[in-house]
Every structure is written in C-alpha cells, then in structure tokens.
C-alpha cells in the first residue's frame, strides 16, 4: 500500500524567549490503537484524511514519534486557580506537538493531552483517562457545532497502559487543535518574571497571529480591548447555550478566545442561574450566572500584565486599562441579550429587554424547566404547536401560564421562526449522555460515543432516530457532579 504523503508541521513557538518553553523527549506508551478520528476536521483543516488513518499518524499522536518537521515542546505559564495565583503551572501532561498551517491561512496548534511527564508536572503523572479525553472531545465537538469559538478534538488515541485515578481506568492520548494555547497564565508568567522582552514577544506574536488586524502605536490597549471583546461574545455564547465551563481559571482562559480546558464542564439540564457541576467549586466560584464577572476578573487579570506596555506612566496605564475593561460588561450584556432575543423569538430590540429576558428566566427557575427543552417547545409553539409539551416541562402551570402571556405580549403574533430554530439546539451535550458514551467506551463499545459525536456535531438538525438524545434526563440518570478527571 502507498503511504500517504506526510504533512510538513512547524513549531513557531520556540521562537519565543526560552522562558516560555521546554524541550521534553517523547515519552512512547505501550500499544497505542486508534479511538477516534476526526476526519472532518482534517479536511476542514487541509490535512489529508488518509495520512490522519495512517500508522504514522498513529504513532505521532500517541505522543511516540514526533510530527513531521516538528520537535515538541512544553508550555510555560502561570495561572490564578479559584482565586490563588501558581506562578508556575505549564503543560504538565501535554505538549504542543506541531504547527499547522491551514488553506484558511490561519496557523493552528496540534498539542497532545495526556502525551507523559514533563519538567511541569510536579507530583502528577503526565497522563490522561481514556474517559476524560473522550468527554474533552465530545463537549468541544458539540462546542463546535453550536457555533461557539472552541478547541476542536482531532484525535483520540489508546495507549494501552493504565492509568491511576478514584481507580484503575485505560489511559489515552487526546490531540487538541487549537488557535493559540497562550493562556492569560501565559502572560502572567512573563509577567512574575518581570521580563519586558519576553512580553513583549509573546504580545507582538499572539497579535500577528490571532489579532492580525491591530496596529499602530496604541496596539497593546487594543489588544487588551479585542480580547476582551471576543471574551464578551464566548461568555454570552455559553450562556445562552446553558454551559458552565467549570474551571475558569486563568490558566485556562485562551487569548484567542477559544473555549479551552475541557474538564467537569457541562451544559445544565434544569435551569438554575447558579447551577455549578465541578465536584472542586465547593463555593460556586463558577456557576453559570458568576461567569462574566468571572471573565472580568480574570481580565483584569491579563491587563494587570500589560500595564507596562499600556504607558510608560503607571497611573495613566491603570487608566487605559480600566477604560478598556469597562467596556467587558456592557458587550457581554448586549450579546447576551441579542442571543435571548433571538432564542425567544423577539425580533426588535427595545430599551428594557434586560429585565425582560431575566423574568423568563426567574419564570424558568421557580418553573425548574429544562433550559434547552424550554427553548425548543417554545420554538415548536411558535411554529404552531401546542403549549402542553412546553408546559409539562414546569413544577406548576401558573408559572408556565405567566411566563407565556408575558412573551406573548412581548413577542405579539409574529415571532422570529427562523432566529428561533437557528438559535434553540436540538441535540446539547447532556451530562448523562456524555457519562453513557464514555462508560461503553471505557467497556470496549465505541458505538454510543461515535453516535454521540455525529449527533452534536449537527445540534439544530431534527432527526426522529436520534429523539432520545434530546431528552432530559430521568431522575435517577442526573448527574449532580462532574470531575475534573486530572
Ligand atoms: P487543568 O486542571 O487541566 O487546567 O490543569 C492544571 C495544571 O495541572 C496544569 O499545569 C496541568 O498541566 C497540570 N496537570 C493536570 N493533570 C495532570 C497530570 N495528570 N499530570 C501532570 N500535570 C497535570
Ligand atoms: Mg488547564
């Protein structure tokens, strides 16, 4: 058989200060064997499906061979973790694999999740569940399809050891894509280090790369300012779609305002504003309704770094960036309220939508409706259908009754269909399905996972034969909490 021909990766990072990198030999597992693939992605990336099927890729994204033209590396960066700064974190059990340059002309990061001990790993062992890899491709997939800003999931493969957790599970090696895998942490590590070029640097790449646009003398307070911009939109886009990341912490927060950091993340069944999953958020630093000012925070962070390229003046740099971060929360807000407006149909923005919008959501919270059920019925309602399924989904009827004469009134006879059936998903990543996939993978049954996958990655198609994933779950299938699986 021919072999395909194989791709030609870089690795640009390593022209960043070395602070910012370690070089770490490879760290071969024992069997590896193929999980998943996504070959769409590939294609969509200009990556040739047949080398992603060949044993050369194989063997690189198990971590066992480096990529063509590329000698991997480990990631430096620091991060704030619920509150308390690690001034050095870094890729403890992963590694930045390749450079790839896309038909888009965008340049992507192929980084290997689960790939061994690096010089970052203080007591962990650099590895990965074969389960925590899958739920990491299946939520970002479904991130993805959704149409939110995300990591995508290229790859998952076996590695044919084990791996020690609550107890013994296989282990497996995840292949993340990724626009930038500069963190905020990423800049507070150039930061604590107090190095002006190393900022400098890492500032001048992250805007030739992902904010090519900016220029000019003021280029660092508008990069603070596109950051948060793009931070605004992501948020909104969570939110509206129900997810609560888990772990916002600023080592996991991207640059390039990617959903990044996969781990006891999940999109909420019944709707509650302070819904939190993360078994390790005991205060609920990280519900879904804390997640703006999250982001905010954690921005303010990521200013805090740039001050000294803002001004050469201390006073006037803190001004600069508190007039560029005072924009975060109004730019939420508007987007927040343009993906309600759309999800309930309202087709003309009016000064008080704000209030509006947050009693359908008290309505929805005293009612315990499921959030992406309700969003549905109310799109079959507005498409003609009865109100009984929508209002099955509430504790009370009255609460149903008085949340619809009030969208009623707001939304008249006409409402916007179409924004509806574009904004309301079908299909989400429903925690007990997620469990489900990955408890038959973990038996040897890839199945559940691959129709998983195929099914989120198309979450607004209706589809009768895939009807039972749009259910919420039954009382005795919730699951309360999920776990970081690290
Ligand atoms: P995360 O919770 O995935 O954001 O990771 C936080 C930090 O812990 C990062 O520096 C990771 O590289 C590190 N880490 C997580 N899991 C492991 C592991 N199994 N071995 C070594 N380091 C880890
Ligand atoms: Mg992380």
């Not at 500069?182 to 800049?187: A, D, E, I, K, M």
């Not at 509006?356 to 109310?378: K, P, Q, S, V, Y």
């Not at 199945?447 to 099914?455: D, I």
């Amino acid at each position: 058989m021919d072999r395909p021909p194989q791709p030609s990766f870089t690795i640009t990072y390593r022209e960043l200060p070395d602070i910012f990198h370690r070089n770490i030999p490879l760290d071969p597992v024992a069997q590896p064997a193929w999980v998943a693939r996504n070959e769409a992605l590939a294609t969509h990336l200009g990556i040739d499906p047949a080398w992603l099927r060949s044993d050369a890729a194989l063997q690189a994204l198990a971590g066992n061979a480096a990529l063509p033209g590329a000698t991997p590396l480990a990631m430096a960066y620091s991060g704030h973790q619920f509150g308390g700064f690690s001034p050095l974190l870094g890729d403890g059990r992963a590694l930045l694999a390749g450079e790839w340059l896309a038909p888009d002309g965008r340049r992507y990061d192929l980084h290997l999740k689960g790939s061994g001990p690096t010089p970052f790993s203080r007591n962990g062992d650099g590895r990965a569940t074969l389960g925590a890899m899958l739920r990491e491709y299946i939520v970002s997939e479904a991130m993805a399809g959704l149409g939110i800003p995300t990591t995508r999931a290229l790859a998952v493969v076996a590695t044919g050891e084990a791996v020690y957790r609550q107890r013994k599970e296989p282990g497996a090696v995840l292949t993340r894509v990724a626009l930038s895998h500069v963190r905020v942490g990423t800049f507070q590590y150039a930061a604590v280090k107090r190095d002006r070029n190393a900022l400098v640097a890492l500032a001048e790449r992250e805007i030739a790369r992902n904010y090519p646009e900016i220029s000019g003398s003021d280029r660092y307070r508008l990069f603070l300012a596109a950051v948060a911009a793009r931070q605004a939109a992501l948020i909104a886009g969570w939110m509206s779609f129900g997810f609560i990341h888990g772990v916002m912490n600023t080592d996991n927060m991207s640059i390039a305002g990617e959903t990044i950091d996969y781990g006891p993340c999940a999109f909420m069944d019944t709707f509650h504003p302070q819904k939190v999953f993360s078994s390790i958020d005991e205060h609920g630093r990280y519900a879904w309704d804390k997640q703006p000012g999250i982001a905010l925070w954690n921005l303010t962070r990521f200013a805090e770094c740039l001050l000294p390229l803002l001004a050469e003046d201390q006073d006037q740099a803190v001004e600069i960036a508190r007039t560029e971060l005072s924009g975060f929360m109004p730019a939420f807000e508007r987007h927040f309220e343009d993906a309600m407006r759309a999800k309930l149909g309202i087709t003309e923005a009016r000064p008080h939508d704000g209030d509006f919008i947050a009693r359908i959501l008290t309505h929805m919270m005293n009612g315990e409706a499921d959030f992406t059920l309700f969003f549905r019925r109310l799109t079959q309602l507005a498409a003609g259908a009865s109100e009984t399924p929508l209002k099955k989904l509430f504790n009370d009827d009255a609460i149903a009754d008085a949340l619809l004469a009030e969208w009623r009134e707001r939304t008249g006879t006409a409402p916007g269909i179409a924004a509806m059936q574009a904004a309301n998903p079908v299909r989400i990543a429903r925690n007990h399905r997620v469990e489900e996939a990955i408890a038959a993978a973990n038996a040897g049954d890839l199945a559940v996972f691959q129709r998983l996958v195929a099914a989120l990655q198309d979450p607004f198609a209706e589809d009768p034969a895939l009807e039972d994933l749009e259910l919420a779950p039954l009382p005795d299938e919730v699951v309360a909490r999920t776990f970081c699986g690290t």
